[in-house]
DNA sequence: ATTTAGATCCTCT
DNA sequence: GAGGATCTAAATG
């Protein structure tokens, strides 16, 4: 008798942690194409010798000052977006909701404020550190624990501490892997920036088709 | 399957 | 004082 041959991915996903870590000039180029070419690296936290790790498989891109969802739009500069006005390769964490934290990759030179939001990972390491740290129960999948920018960055540890955190060298990194094939990866509007009128539709959140982490609706663009 | 309400507090006007 | 780059549970069709 033959057992049916089992097709679940299995997560936490194998990954390489032993990868380089992206060069600061991968944060340098135009912030939709690093949002694309993020799909598929591994974020890592490492702090007091645990480790929690995640593979991206959604992003959203914000564009400076023209674009109207952006932190940063109209070339607003205040205490909270700083970071997003310095140099690349930087962690930009803000609080939101009264209890949720964000975090994004800053993109582009200083003193162009665009950023990557980082929506969801599928866990990689320290899934037990993770579920301690999200408080669920635990029959809840992998997949769920990093899905959605506010969970993520709990499963990780990822608060205001790590604002400004140098991604070459802080305690949180990107490991470079494999870049995803195109076909990979469906895009869409971004989630929850109603209020930014004609930006809110354009096509800019990235996320991996077959990932299970993905937070929100798995559709396409819609028609216009 | 989709909608709603509530939690909760920091940031900027 | 208002509202948010969110999340969850509960209610509803």
Redesign the pocket.
């Known amino acids: 008798m033959r057992l049916r041959p089992d097709t679940t991915p299995a997560l936490p996903l194998a990954a390489d942690l032993t990868a380089p870590i992206l060069p600061g000039e991968f944060y340098l180029q135009p912030t939709l194409r690093v949002a694309r070419a993020l799909l598929g690296k591994i974020l890592v936290h490492r702090r007091r010798g645990s480790i929690t790790a995640g593979r991206i498989v959604e992003v959203?891109a914000?564009r400076g000052p023209g674009d109207r969802?952006?932190?940063?739009a109209g070339g607003?500069?205040?205490?909270?977006?700083?970071v997003?006005w310095g140099p690349a390769g930087r962690l930009?964490v803000?609080?939101?909701?009264?209890?949720?934290h964000?975090c994004?990759v800053v993109t582009r030179a200083a003193g162009v404020p665009e950023?990557?939001?980082v929506?969801?990972l599928e866990p990689v390491a320290g899934v037990p550190l993770m579920r301690r740290r999200?408080r669920?129960?635990a029959e809840?999948p992998a997949a769920?624990l990093t899905?959605?920018?506010?969970?993520?960055?709990?499963a990780m540890g990822i608060d205001?501490r790590c604002d400004g955190n140098d991604l070459r060298a802080g305690a949180v990194v990107i490991l470079d892997a494999p870049r995803m094939r195109s076909t990979a990866i469906l895009a869409s509007p971004?989630?929850?920036?109603?209020?930014?009128g004609s930006d809110a539709l354009l096509p800019w959140r990235f996320f991996l088709r077959d990932s299970l982490a993905v937070?929100?609706?798995r559709r396409v663009e819609p028609p216009r």
């Open positions: 959203e914000y969802a952006a932190h940063t607003r500069r205040t205490a909270r977006n700083e997003m930009y803000y609080f939101t909701y009264g209890m949720h964000c994004n950023a990557v939001l929506r969801a999200r669920v129960r809840l769920a899905r959605g920018p506010g969970n993520l960055c709990r205001r971004r989630i929850g920036v109603a209020y930014a937070s929100g609706p």
